[in-house]
């Protein structure tokens, strides 16, 4: 760890030296993880020199000073967004990471009160995810929302509300609202999302995020509102801070109000009684850590009564009436022996980190990726090295840093070898690639077997039975070569392979077929075009139709899907030009994959609505909003989620929310459900 020199001056007694050396050094860390959004060390680590802190100024209260980290929280508001001044202060969380600690803290709890002269009987909690993002103060005023506002350094935060109009699912207009309300929650990155995301970044030369909490905060502090509407934010949102014209009783009640009024609320926030209970629901959350599609690192423990918040306060910045339950950490110290190359399915060669295994976030860790060359090279991480190795629920162990300032001479920068590791095809650098690549793309069996590998894993055609072990096994034998050969392969054959058998083989098969049956974004996806992941699939699916269209368009045209930019382009592109890979993509519609839309997925061409933008809204009369879709689809228009300026008409049945407003704010035309039939009719100026 980059430990600080000491800032203190010689006369000084030691433990001031050491005092301001440890705010001199996690001021530096603060200022890395909130305004960088780029960490050095791991929580574990900060928490130590924290906790060390608050350890000798409180044995020495009269070196306390404002400018301690111990005294606020967060950073201050960073130049390029408006400073906005909170209400109410936006806390922090005591954290417990034991049982015992839990129950201390309601012993605290009981202790406080009775020094009060309050008995509050039996104590309910409620319990709720703690999701890692970036906080976030949404204030409504008449139920509209005028302002969100980042925790900053708790008192003042950013004003970044032109960013969080982009995320979806976030109502920007709430019906029966107070004058006054504010909302807080957490922004977030789901995980599939930041997979995208930094599978996108590394694909157009830029910097992969850390982890999705980075992502997140990194997007949400994007000066452009443009950028951050691109990433696919979400918000939970788990409190009120200031009101006027609304009060409530208890926290449950609280969280109900927010749920009835259409804010995102997690669903499994629960209400569970006592200490006791709420631990075994800490644990149950511990157990799902690993299912969810987003990151959290703990469990938010609350007292439900808000009489007893009143009664219990704060200590400092953090309020007695909550603790933060925190799970093993996802970041952990070890050492880095080696890094070791591996070829990826499109031949890009990718740096591994094998590491002296390590427990992170529960589970031991011996390797971890190390993204891409150029990510290498920024992290200038070495073989010898003590690194912080991260894990991120489902998503790939990765090295964040290392320790660079005990690093003796000699360690040398790891290069990308000369010859494939895979196939010893002699490695070239293309100059606009972030990677070294094996240039023998269809000879390669390391890229043969990655590339099957994504080809049939869960998000992809989802063949249950063809794991890593068999499809490596299937190579091998000479069974397969390529994804196509997979629909070639045939019940007895299989069988004869030791440890597969009848059944197994009669079951694998019908898996095989069952794939067939996998909608055309998907095995679009499956084939994993360089930088296609499961989302630009999605949208190049829906842009073109079918994998003719996309072959046939040029980069240009292929840029304007969303999500694309003209590296990926040119690359997806190329690789539909290429030879080989049309011949597989053709053999693979020969036996029946689905290669374009089906009708009714598929937007029209030459329909009556082509370039036509319609979002809906509502419920109709005598059309799901599914059906709906379909018919605009199918006449050729776009269908969309959230209304912007491009929005051409919304359509609106009946208990329809904040896109209404939303829409009428931005004068886009609002059709009923006659206006929607007339459209479909080829009339496109169908308001009356
Ligand atoms: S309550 C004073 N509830 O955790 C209470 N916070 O240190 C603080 N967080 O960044 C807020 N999930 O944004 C609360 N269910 C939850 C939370 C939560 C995540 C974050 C919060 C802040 C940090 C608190």
């Known amino acids: 760890m980059a430990r600080g020199e000491g800032a203190g001056t010689d006369g000084d007694e030691p433990v001031e030296r050491r005092i301001a050396a440890l705010r001199e050094e996690l001021n530096h860390h603060i200022y890395l993880y909130y305004t960088k959004d780029s960490p050095e060390i791991s929580d574990e680590e900060y928490d130590e020199l ?124 709430i019906a029966d609202a107070p004058p006054l309300l504010e909302v807080r929650g957490e922004v977030y990155l789901p995980l599939e999302a930041f997979a995208e995301l930094n599978e996108r970044r590394v694909t157009e030369g830029e910097a992969a995020f850390a982890n999705p909490r980075n992502a997140a905060a990194g997007s949400i502090r994007q000066l452009d509102p443009k950028i951050a509407a691109e990433r696919p934010l979400a918000v939970w949102a ?35 009684g006592t200490i006791e209970e709420v631990l075994e629901r800490c644990e149950w959350w511990r157990d799902r850590r690993d299912d969810l599609d987003f990151e959290i690192d703990g469990v938010v423990v609350k007292v439900d009564s808000l009489a007893l918040w009143e009664a219990l306060g704060a200590a400092g910045w953090e309020p007695r009436w909550a603790i933060a339950w925190k799970f093993p950490p996802s970041t952990a110290t070890t050492l880095l022996r080696e890094v070791d190359w591996n070829v990826g399915r499109t031949g890009h060669l990718v740096p ?76 070239v650098k293309p100059e606009d690639s972030v990677f070294t690549i094996c240039p023998n793309h269809r000879g390669c069996p390391g890229q043969a077997f990655q590339h099957l590998k994504h080809f049939v894993h869960r998000g992809a055609m989802d063949i249950e039975g063809l794991g890593e072990k068999q499809v490596k096994r299937l190579l091998d034998e000479g069974m397969i070569a390529d994804v196509a050969d997979i629909y070639t392969l045939e019940k007895d054959r299989l069988a004869e392979l030791s440890g597969m058998g009848e059944l197994s083989a009669s079951n694998l098969v019908a898996e095989i077929e069952r794939s067939k049956e996998v909608p055309f974004p998907r095995v679009l996806f499956a084939l994993g075009l360089p930088g296609v992941g499961a989302v630009t699939a999605e949208a190049l699916a829906e842009e073109f139709g079918d994998i003719d269209a996309i072959r046939e368009a040029d980069p240009e045209e292929v840029e304007r ?98 896109k209404l407003s939303k829409a009428e704010s931005l004068g886009v035309p609002v059709l009923d459900r006659e206006g929607l039939d007339r459209l479909l009719a080829g009339d496109r100026a169908p308001g009356d």
């Open 561 to 658: 899907t969303e999500g694309v930019g003209p590296v990926m382009a040119q690359q997806i592109n190329e690789s539909l030009a290429d030879g080989k890979t049309w011949e597989i993509i053709e053999r693979l519609k020969g036996y029946g994959l689905k290669l374009r839309l089906e009708e009714g997925e598929r937007r029209a061409e030459g329909g009556p609505l082509e370039g036509v933008t319609v979002v809906l809204t509502g419920t109709l009369p005598d059309l799901s909003r599914d059906e709906a879709a379909a018919l605009v689809k199918a006449a050729g228009g776009k269908v969309t989620g959230s209304v912007s300026k491009k929005t051409d008409f919304l359509v609106a049945g009946d208990n329809t929310g904040s």
């Open 238 to 272: 788990y409190g009120i801070g200031a009101t006027d014209g609304i009060s409530f009783d208890s926290h449950s009640d609280e969280i109900e109000w927010l749920r009835a009024a259409g804010f995102p609320v997690n669903p499994d926030i629960a209400g569970n």
């Open 50 to 173: 924290y906790v060390e802190l608050v350890g000798l100024e409180g044995e020495n209260p009269e070196l306390i000073s404002g400018d301690s980290p111990t005294q606020r929280v967060g950073a201050p508001p960073s130049e390029g967004f408006e400073p906005v001044e909170h209400a109410l202060p936006m806390l922090s969380l005591a954290n417990a990471r034991t049982a015992e600690e839990m129950l201390a803290w309601e012993k605290r709890i009981r202790t406080h009160l009775e020094r009060e002269g309050v008995d509050p009987g039996p104590i309910s909690y409620v319990t709720e995810p703690k999701i890692d993002g970036l906080a976030i103060s949404l204030t409504y005023e008449d139920g509209r929302l005028v302002r969100a506002a980042t925790r900053g350094d708790g008192r003042v935060g950013e004003d970044v509300t032109r960013n969080i109009e982009t995320i979806a699912g976030l109502p920007k207009e």
């Open 352 to 427: 591994w980190a094998l590491l002296e295994p390590v427990r992170v976030g529960g589970v031991t860790v011996s390797t971890a990726t190390l993204h891409n060359e150029e990510d290498l090279a920024r992290k200038d991480v070495r073989a010898g090295d003590e690194v912080i190795v991260l894990r991120a629920g489902d998503v790939i162990p990765q090295v964040v840093s290392a320790v660079t300032s005990d690093r003796p001479k000699g360690r040398r920068r790891p290069k990308p070898p000369a010859n494939c590791p895979a196939c010893g095809t002699e490695t």
